[in-house]
């Protein structure tokens, strides 16, 4: 069955795609419930990272489902319907206030790149295989998916994985710089846990403020709002968990941070 799932540990919450039968192939109604799924998640003040990754150990997400992709490549209407309905999921790792983690093993390709690129950090496994295959499909990708590769792994390592649509794997996505970290297979969800939950042990507003400070400063527009970004830096150095910071030193122990 092509569903979203959502697991819960703590204030880490996973979500995953699952549709194992197409190496996790998102469609449509999927691509819908991932964006309200994020939504969700965004809304409840107990979650403090979310993890996003593939149902199985054979890949995180292959694309998109290609028999579904061909119903709705039938007119120009329907591609401007299709790219209307994409774009917001894809967005949505970005626009999250919270820190988003992709988790990937295996496929990468397609959809499942750049989702995995609109999140904050992504980590893989050995074994992860990645391509950007819109050339091999004719497919005009958007200029808003293309400035994400370009700040992400730079204008020339863009370029090479969509003008080749070539393969490449987890060795040189991490010279790239799009994955921080690759692991063996077996380590992969110890290392991704330990690591979101250091992120859920800081501070909220911190988090927040560093967050949106990242955005504005990667935003291709020009129109960077660095007046929202200070009321954020603001709000941390009059919150209770900056006062909770500075006890939790002082006493040498560890912060409690309520993200107020």
């Given at each position: 069955?092509?569903?979203?799932?959502?697991r819960?540990?703590?204030?880490?919450?996973?979500?995953v795609?699952?549709?194992?039968?197409?190496?996790?192939a998102?469609?449509p109604?999927?691509?819908?419930?991932?964006?309200?799924?994020?939504?969700?998640?965004?809304r409840?003040?107990?979650?403090?990272?979310?993890?996003?990754?593939?149902d199985?150990?054979?890949?995180?997400?292959?694309?998109?489902?290609?028999?579904?992709?061909?119903?709705?490549?039938?007119?120009?209407?329907?591609?401007?319907?299709?790219?209307?309905q994409s774009?917001?999921?894809?967005?949505a790792?970005?626009?999250c206030?919270?820190?988003?983690?992709?988790?990937?093993?295996?496929?990468c390709?397609?959809?499942?790149?750049?989702?995995?690129?609109?999140?904050?950090?992504?980590?893989?496994?050995?074994?992860?295989?990645?391509?950007m295959p819109?050339?091999?499909l004719?497919?005009?990708?958007?200029?808003?998916?293309?400035?994400?590769?370009?700040?992400?792994i730079?204008?020339?390592?863009?370029?090479?994985?969509f003008?080749?649509?070539?393969?490449f794997?987890?060795?040189?996505?991490?010279?790239?710089?799009?994955v921080?970290?690759?692991?063996?297979?077996?380590?992969?969800?110890?290392?991704?846990?330990?690591?979101c939950?250091?992120?859920?042990?800081?501070?909220?507003?911190?988090?927040?403020?560093?967050?949106?400070s990242?955005?504005?400063?990667?935003?291709?527009?020009?129109?960077r709002d660095?007046?929202?970004?200070?009321?954020?830096?603001?709000?941390?150095?009059?919150?209770?968990?900056?006062?909770?910071?500075?006890?939790?030193?002082?006493?040498?122990?560890?912060?409690v941070?309520?993200?107020?």
């Open positions: 069955m092509a569903e979203i799932l959502t819960r540990d703590g204030a880490i919450a996973t979500l795609i699952s549709n194992p039968a197409k190496h996790n998102v469609t109604d999927m691509w819908r419930a991932l964006d309200e799924t994020l939504d969700n998640l965004e409840d003040s107990s979650v403090r990272v979310i993890v996003l990754t593939g199985g150990d054979k890949a995180f997400v292959s694309g998109a489902d290609i028999a579904q992709l061909r119903k709705s490549r039938d007119s120009t209407d329907a591609v401007d319907t299709r790219h209307a774009l917001a999921p894809y967005m790792p970005m626009k206030t919270k820190p988003t983690v992709a988790k990937i093993r295996g496929i390709m397609g959809g499942g790149l750049g989702l995995a690129a609109a999140c904050d950090i992504r980590f893989c496994s050995e074994n992860a295989v990645f391509r819109a050339a091999r004719g497919i005009g990708y958007s200029h808003e998916g293309v400035a994400r590769y370009v700040n992400l730079g204008a020339a390592n863009t370029l090479d994985i003008l080749s649509a070539r393969k794997g987890a060795a040189e996505a991490l010279r790239m710089g799009f921080l970290r690759v692991l063996p297979a077996a380590e992969l969800d110890r290392e991704v846990q330990e690591y939950a250091m992120i859920a042990e800081n501070a909220p507003l911190s988090l927040l403020a560093v967050k949106r990242v955005s504005e400063t990667l935003n291709m527009t020009g129109e660095i007046a929202a970004v200070q009321a954020l830096i603001d709000s941390c150095m009059e919150s209770g968990d900056y006062k909770e910071g500075r006890a939790a030193f002082m006493e040498k122990r560890k912060p941070f309520k993200g107020r």
